[in-house]
C-alpha cells in the first residue's frame, strides 16, 4: 500500500470515529492493517486524531482553526519538550468569508480585514 493509500485510508477511518479522546481515537485506528508500527503515517495521524477529538467535543466547525491550533501548540510542545527550533510566525486567518460557522471575533485567528 502507497503512502497516499494509508493516508486516505487512515482519514476515511478517522472519519468515523465519534470519541473525544484523541489518545482513544489513534489507538483505535493503529490498528488497522493500513498502518505501520513505524511508519511515516504516524505524521498524520496523531495530529488528525486531535482535530477529530476536537471536532466531537463540539462547537463550531471549522477546519482551518483546528488545524492553526494543532500547528501552534505543536511548535511551543515540541521546542519545550525537545529543544528542537521550529517557528511559526504570527498570522490571521484568510478564510474567515468562506465559512458560515466562523467564530469570528471569539477565534484566535480571525482577520477583521476580511
Given amino acids: 500500500m502507497t503512502d497516499n493509500n494509508k493516508i486516505s485510508a487512515i482519514r476515511d477511518a478517522l472519519l468515523k470515529e465519534n470519541g473525544n479522546d484523541p489518545a482513544e481515537i489513534a489507538m483505535n485506528v493503529m490498528k488497522s492493517d493500513f498502518v505501520s508500527i513505524h511508519g511515516p503515517e504516524h505524521h498524520f495521524l496523531d495530529g488528525a486524531a486531535f482535530i477529530v477529538a476536537y471536532r466531537n467535543a463540539g462547537g ?29 510566525k504570527p498570522f490571521r486567518c484568510t478564510f474567515s468569508d468562506k465559512n458560515a460557522q466562523c467564530l469570528k471575533e471569539k477565534c484566535p485567528f480571525f482577520n477583521k480585514k476580511n
Fill in 60 to 88: 463550531a466547525r471549522c477546519c482551518k482553526r483546528h488545524a492553526f491550533l494543532a500547528l501552534t501548540k505543536g511548535v511551543k510542545f515540541v521546542n519545550k519538550k525537545y529543544g528542537v527550533h521550529m517557528t511559526i
